[in-house]
DNA sequence: CTGTTAGCGCGTTCAA
DNA sequence: TTGAACGCGCTAACAG
């Protein structure tokens, strides 16, 4: 690879001739620019944007750490980052965690030693993370999708979680069904709690008491989910709906529930959450906790673009309203004809 | 931040010497070693990744660029090609081009401007790639996921697209299918080419003349595949059986069917291509061609760092086979009991 | 065992 | 309009 000071020898001028061409600066005679461009042309020349970051100490980078990058939840959260992003000008690049906190905390060391010139994360695990709490008082740009942590000034893109969970859980008590069962995410995982938080206080609302039996953890992939769906499914009482975390899960349980000879929604009604594309696809439609997917992806990505370009501002925080969508998973559309009332939602 | 000055600085030692126990070399004093340490401690020290790799001329870091980081196609190659590379000390950053020829390009010209090591691309687009070409003759490292250039010498895994599109195509017909259609994948994907390629050469085995307006072209989504699905399933002789190119595009069919009052598989058969994690677990389970994703992204990231850490190697080339497994969207396993004779696949 | 010197490839003063 | 000199943060070769 050709470096700078081969395209000058080429072109017989100095180095810094060349970078002036490069960076289009206005203060070069245009032969003399025409003769740098042509040895840029036959040496095939590249700039090395190794050199060029640790000169400027600015990458024209964003880093993206998610939890699991093979999670259709983050699809259009990854579209809307990359409109934005490239939009600014942007590249982007992922790591994928993977749910390993020790994983997560090499990728952060990794990128932020000056591959990026900032973080977006999302899809958190709850630890120890005080190495965070250094990125942000050393004023490195970061922005976090959904996890808080007390006291940590930053920007804060949040998600009404509980209120999802409460919504999801609303609907099917709504439904007439008492025993309700809840597949809660990976346990590390805060927005876990947080839809558990829902579900709990939706069972308190209606009267319904919390019985944890009830609960059982998985890790937001319909295959982790299916034997731990049937375990539910196969108490002496079991329940008549369930509850999932993620819309993986919820095809996890249903997948369960026909293995065991139950219908969907005849036997079990099942509400999932995300709103995956797929939700609304596959049979049996999906009840499901719509999200704002894309919106919470480009904004993630203009914060932290902000951030990066005007290191002065102020750390924001915006809460993401969450909405009920429903299907067919559930049964509540089709008894509307004759059952009109069992439906609050 | 501090850099490595301000350590040697504080420890009382040269720039050299904190370089040396940053680098685990054994020949410090280990009286020494210790203040460097405590110096890194105190000040809170983390090296540049960018300058050491300008020095070293090596990132430790692959890239891969691929079609849609949002297809679950690519969701367990990737799971692949990272535990191969973590295993080999290298990080990963993902790009992602959707589909754009020239987002693809700048991405490739982002990347290795010494960004990483090598690249490996996969879900290809057909067009005007010279500048692969001169990677190739500037010894780049590169790995080629399903996609063949004509005379250009480097890693290249292969699948059996052709073969995966014969099988697929032949399994309908061998159910007695004549009317079958065709729900390509992006037009300048090279593997739509060779799915449709086998395809036509099965029906020519079996004596079905091809028709052109059998086959539409889609993009590999289910989104965008129900409008082209809804016309296809419209026209007066319509299909009885459908191959779609890929899983997700095949629940789009199953859905414009189900949107035409039509069900599956009673009244139309439907093969998929990919095997996604969620063909076997949603309704109906999808009979589709399987390919060994695991294997194909930990060979592409093994054989990448081996080009990486050993120039002189030779390319290699590894060609996949693909296998159909047989579910219930096209009604097989469902007359298996009294018409056998219709399964020959 | 440790320090000095040189250089990775570039951008940015400051003079000329 | 151009070039020389310096520095970004680090590692490597060579002395001592």
């Not at 008491?209 to 009830?214: L, R, T, V």
């Not at 709906?241 to 099942?270: C, S």
Request: aromatic letters at 6%.
């Amino acid at each position: 690879m050709p470096n700078i000071s081969d395209v000058a020898r080429k072109a017989k001028v100095s180095r810094t001739t060349v970078s002036r061409v490069l960076n289009g600066k206005e203060d070069v005679n245009e032969e003399t620019r025409q003769r740098v461009l042509e040895a840029i042309k036959t040496l095939n020349y590249r700039p090395s944007a190794l050199a060029r970051s640790l000169v400027k100490q600015k990458t024209d980078t964003i880093g993206v750490i998610l939890s699991d990058i093979t999670d259709p939840f983050f699809s259009r959260i990854i579209q809307g980052v990359e409109d934005v992003a490239h939009k600014f000008g942007y590249g982007i690049v992922y790591a994928s965690m993977r749910w390993d906190p020790q994983l997560k905390h090499n990728y952060v060391s990794f990128l932020r030693s000056g591959r990026v010139d900032g973080l977006l994360m999302m899809g958190h695990t709850v630890g120890n993370e005080d190495y965070l709490r250094e990125m942000v008082e050393e004023g490195f740009p970061l922005v976090l999708v959904e996890y808080h942590i007390d006291n940590l000034k930053t920007n804060l893109l949040s998600i009404d979680n509980q209120g999802g969970g409460y919504l999801a859980t609303r609907h099917l008590l709504g439904l007439g069904h008492r025993r309700v069962a809840h597949v809660a995410g990976h346990k590390n995982a805060q927005v876990s709690q947080e839809r558990l938080a829902g579900y709990r206080q939706a069972l308190e609302e209606a009267g319904v008491p919390y019985n944890e039996d009830m609960v059982v953890y998985s890790n937001f992939t319909t295959e982790g989910t299916i034997p731990v769906a049937k375990k539910i499914l196969s108490v002496p009482e079991r329940p008549t709906a369930v509850f999932a975390a993620n819309d993986l899960m919820a095809y996890g349980v249903i997948h369960a529930a026909r293995e065991l000879g139950l219908q969907v929604p005849r036997d079990l009604a099942v509400v999932g959450y995300d709103d995956i594309e797929l939700a609304a696809l596959v049979t049996p439609p999906l009840t499901t906790i719509h999200q704002p997917r894309y919106e919470i992806g480009s904004m993630a990505a203009w914060t932290l673009i902000q951030q990066i370009e005007n290191k002065e501002m102020q750390p924001t925080v915006n809460e993401f309203k969450t909405s009920l969508v429903i299907r067919e998973s559930c049964g509540a559309t089709l008894r509307r004809g004759n059952q009109v009332h069992f439906e609050i939602s």
